[in-house]
């Protein structure tokens, strides 16, 4: 079974820093592509950055220059790295993997929320 935890969520104030945290866990899951996710209240949940197993990153046009997504294959861990963040990044933020069988899993959600 595979299973994917998010970390890192709280409250902190516009301009400021924070760093999410997804680990993955689960037998015979082989990962073709992995990302964070986020849903604002009273909107849809929408794609935030995407990194492959070689290392390929790809962004939001929204976060660019802002966020910085990673991985770390030896604790098979994937990180959000969010800076200068504004009011309009308040959402819950989703960890995602897709396997080879185009099967998707998600994580719980962390809620983000930017505000003074």
């Known amino acids: 079974q595979v299973q994917l935890v998010e970390s890192g969520g709280g409250l902190v104030q516009p301009g400021g820093s924070l760093q999410l945290s997804c680990v993955f866990s689960g037998s015979n899951f082989r990962i073709t592509k992995m990302g964070w996710y986020r849903q604002a209240p009273g909107k849809e949940r929408e794609l935030v950055a995407t990194i492959t197993p070689a290392g390929l990153r790809n962004y939001a046009d929204f976060v660019k220059g802002r966020f910085t997504i990673s991985r770390d294959g030896a604790t098979s861990t994937m990180y959000l790295r969010m800076s200068t963040l504004k009011a309009d990044d308040t959402a819950v933020y989703y960890c995602?993997?897709?396997?080879?069988?185009?099967?998707?899993?998600w994580g719980q959600g962390t809620q983000v929320t930017v505000s003074s």
């Open positions: 995602h993997a897709r396997g080879t069988a185009l099967d998707d899993y």
